[in-house]
C-alpha cells in the first residue's frame, strides 16, 4: 500500500502560479511513476502530467504544456506540480496518484493508489 497526501491547493486569481505537493507513504516510494490528474465538476478526471521512477521521463497533457512543470525529489518521498499562468479553465480538484509500471502513463486506470485530492480554484 501507498498513501498519498496532497497539498498546496487554494485560491489564486488568473496568471499567478501555485506549487502543489504530495507526499507519500509507505512502499518506496522511488518504486513508482507519479502523476497528477485533476476533475472539474461534471467532468471526468483527466490527465495532468507524470513523471518516471527516476525523472527520465516526462508526459504532460497539451493543455498544461509550457505552463505546468512536474518534479520529484525520491529523498523526500514528494512529487511537485508547480503550476504558472494559470487560467480560469484550470479549476479543479487535483490529484496525485502512483503507478508500477515503468512508463509515465496518461490513462487513470493504470494507477494503482490515489491521494484525497486538493482544490485549485482559479479567477478571472
Known amino acids: 500500500q501507498v498513501q498519498l497526501v496532497e497539498s498546496g491547493g487554494g485560491l489564486v486569481q488568473a496568471g499567478g502560479s501555485l506549487r502543489l505537493s504530495c507526499a507519500a507513504s509507505?512502499?518506496?516510494?522511488?518504486?513508482?511513476?507519479m502523476g497528477w490528474f485533476r476533475q472539474a465538476p461534471g467532468k471526468e478526471r483527466e490527465f495532468v502530467a507524470a513523471?518516471?521512477?527516476?525523472?527520465?521521463?516526462?508526459n504532460y497533457a497539451d493543455s498544461v504544456r509550457g505552463r505546468f512543470t512536474i518534479s520529484r525529489d525520491n529523498a523526500k518521498n514528494t512529487v511537485y506540480l508547480q503550476m504558472n499562468s494559470l487560467k480560469p479553465e484550470d479549476t479543479a480538484v487535483y490529484y496525485c496518484?502512483?503507478?508500477?509500471?515503468?512508463?509515465?502513463?496518461?490513462?487513470?486506470?493504470?494507477?494503482?493508489?490515489w491521494g484525497q485530492g486538493t482544490q485549485v480554484t482559479v479567477s478571472s
Open positions: 513523471i518516471t521512477k527516476r525523472s527520465e521521463a516526462i
Open positions: 496518484a502512483a503507478d508500477q509500471a515503468d512508463w509515465p502513463s496518461r490513462g487513470k486506470y493504470a494507477y494503482d493508489y
Open positions: 509507505g512502499r518506496t516510494f522511488s518504486n513508482y511513476v
